[in-house]
């Protein structure tokens, strides 16, 4: 017994680290995807890794039930479409609450810890179009939580992206808004402050490296000081915590010093560019994950670090490919659940897999590769490329995983991908002859050949793989790019990508 005891003891101090350091850390699920997981099955993935926070990027019914009856804490998302109707109706707004909050709230139900009002809605790519509805939307949201009487515990706040403030010198003390919304952001600061809510940012170091010809690539990771920037003797290490610290000099100046920060999107895509490799990924997170978990802070919020919410847990294959071929690969898991590279979330550096998905019921282990023998393979060209305008084949660019295998490499990968995504149709692998189906999996290290996941019963409106081979994949995505695609356009924050000339 006591040594039963001692053992519980043992095991639950060896636990301890894990769950201290995940609770700060929360994931981004997104779910722009033709063959999406079961969420039931997502949210045992969520368990099974100590993922205690989660954000969504709408409110989808059979989601929020998956999460019913958990402790995991939900920030809710409402897409940009929605903003006008609620800054302009105060029913639309009641309805809102109505349908997607108190029904799901209470015993047994969702812990909803906060709404995200719109999602990036002041990208300067959007030419304004949110300027003038995402606060007065706020206000109404909060205005129906007051009043169905859950104001007080789930808070009201809107996920921006870093495009918001920007730095005339570059340095991070000099940071302030953008002139063209500093009022609206002054008013918005003031009533975050006012409703103890939180300021929710998105940071994406990839992207300073993506966009930036010349960006000094270790300054992205936390791991090497070779790139260490001076702000009048301050020293900042990485992009990530120059970014942070750029905001708290906006929020000094826009008299709200001490409203709290979380990171609403940090990650790093795994294919379709050259900077998104698995090492890449595997690289950064460490040393996120390592930064979590010595709670450093930044030089001007020291010894706290913001929650942050990485983006993103699973793959999603139909989200517009508009801001880089890479759009489909941010998953720390691939779409079906399976880890992608080592990772331990306590932040102690260790060799750890996660946890992937459990019971995921797969089509057939069949795959539809390239037929050699067939006779008119000089078409086979033209049938690439029809497959990829029909499928996604981001894994075959340059620097992608599949890339700079040859034609009949090229050719297997993008019927693969064609005829998995029609839920291996017969008529899928065909191609004039020109390919044929294969038991063996042709998968190797580097370049996957997947199999899609069947549809899980559901009763909701969860998207529908696409069974007409005209749909392009990518015209599904459009409805959906006010989520987490086109939020990345204008990722460019000048101050902070520009710091490698001071
Ligand atoms: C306001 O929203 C409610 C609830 O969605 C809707 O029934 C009503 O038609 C809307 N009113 C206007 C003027 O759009
Ligand atoms: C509830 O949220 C869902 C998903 O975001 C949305 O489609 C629906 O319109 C919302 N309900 C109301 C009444 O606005
Ligand atoms: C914003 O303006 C640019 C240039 O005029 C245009 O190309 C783009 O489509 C506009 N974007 C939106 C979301 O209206
Ligand atoms: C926002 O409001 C301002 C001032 O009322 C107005 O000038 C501007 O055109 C509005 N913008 C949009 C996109 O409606
Ligand atoms: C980077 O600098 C920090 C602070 O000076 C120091 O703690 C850390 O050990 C340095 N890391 C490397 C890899 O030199
Ligand atoms: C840090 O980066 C510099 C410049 O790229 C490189 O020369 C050096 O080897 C790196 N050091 C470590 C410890 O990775
Ligand atoms: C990490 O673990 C995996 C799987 O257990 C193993 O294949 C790999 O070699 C390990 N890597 C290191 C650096 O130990
Ligand atoms: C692929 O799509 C492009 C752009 O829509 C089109 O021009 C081309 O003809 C298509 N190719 C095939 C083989 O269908
Ligand atoms: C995977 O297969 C391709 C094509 O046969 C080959 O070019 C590549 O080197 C293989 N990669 C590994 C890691 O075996
Ligand atoms: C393979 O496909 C990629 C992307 O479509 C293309 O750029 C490359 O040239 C192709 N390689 C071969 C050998 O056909």
Redesign the pocket.
């Known amino acids: 017994m006591a040594r039963a005891m001692a053992l519980l003891w043992a095991s639950a101090l060896i636990l301890v680290p894990a769950i201290v350091v995940a609770q700060d850390i929360g994931v981004n699920w997104g779910t722009i995807a033709s063959h999406p997981l079961d969420p039931k099955i997502v949210v045992n993935m969520f368990k099974d890794n100590g993922i205690k926070k989660v954000k969504l990027f709408d409110a989808a019914s059979n989601t929020l039930k998956a999460l019913a009856g958990t402790d995991i804490e939900v920030m809710v998302g409402i897409p940009n479409l929605h903003l006008q109707n609620l800054a302009e109706n105060y029913s639309y707004a009641q309805a809102w609450v109505k349908e997607n909050i108190t029904a799901h709230v209470g015993k047994e139900g969702v812990n909803i810890k906060y709404v995200a009002v719109g999602n990036e809605p002041f990208l300067a790519s959007y030419n304004g179009t949110y300027t003038n509805s995402t606060f007065p939307a706020m206000k109404n949201i909060l205005k129906a939580l007051n009043e169905a009487g859950v104001g007080k515990d789930i808070k009201v706040s809107t996920p921006l992206n870093g495009d918001v403030y920007m730095t005339p010198t570059y340095k991070p003390s000099d940071g302030i808004f953008r002139g063209d919304i500093a009022d609206i952001m002054g008013q918005i600061c003031e009533f975050l402050q006012e409703n103890d809510a939180p300021f929710v940012i998105n940071i994406y170091p990839f992207f300073n490296l993506y966009q930036n010809p010349g960006f000094p690539k270790e300054y992205a990771f936390f791991?090497?000081?070779s790139s260490?920037f001076d702000d009048d003797g301050v020293?900042y290490?990485n992009v990530f915590d120059a970014n942070i610290d750029t905001l708290v000099a906006a929020l000094q100046k826009a008299k709200t010093p001490d409203l709290p920060i979380i990171v609403g999107e940090v990650g790093w895509p795994t294919d379709g560019n050259i900077y998104a490799t698995k090492q890449n990924a595997k690289r950064f997170y460490d040393g996120l994950l390592k930064k979590m978990a010595s709670n450093d802070g930044t030089p001007l919020r020291p010894k706290k670090n913001p929650d942050v919410y990485m983006f993103c847990w699973l793959d999603e294959d139909l989200k517009s490919i508009d801001p880089g071929l890479f759009e489909r690969h941010w998953g720390i898991f691939s779409f079906d659940g399976q880890p992608k590279f080592p990772m331990d979330l306590s932040g102690e550096g260790q060799n750890k897999s996660l946890v992937g998905a459990k019971d995921v019921p797969y089509f057939e282990k069949q795959w539809c590769v390239h037929n050699k023998d067939a006779p008119n393979q000089e078409d086979l060209a033209v049938k690439i490329e029809w497959a990829c305008n029909n499928t996604d084949c981001t894994t075959l660019v340059p620097g992608a995983s599949c890339s700079d295998m040859g034609l009949d490499m090229n050719a297997s990968v993008a019927f693969n991908m064609y005829y998995q995504m029609q839920n291996q149709a017969e008529a899928a692998c065909d191609f004039q002859g020109l390919a044929k189906l294969v038991k063996q999996d042709p998968s190797n290290e580097t370049c996957q050949f997947p199999i899609m996941i069947k549809q899980f019963e559901s009763t909701s409106s969860a998207p529908e793989p696409s069974g007409s081979s005209s749909d392009s994949p990518g015209s599904d995505s459009s409805t959906h790019s006010l989520s987490p695609s086109l939020q990345h356009l204008l990722q460019i924050v000048v101050g902070i990508c520009i710091f490698w000339f001071a």
């Open positions: 791991d090497n000081n260490d020293k290490h």
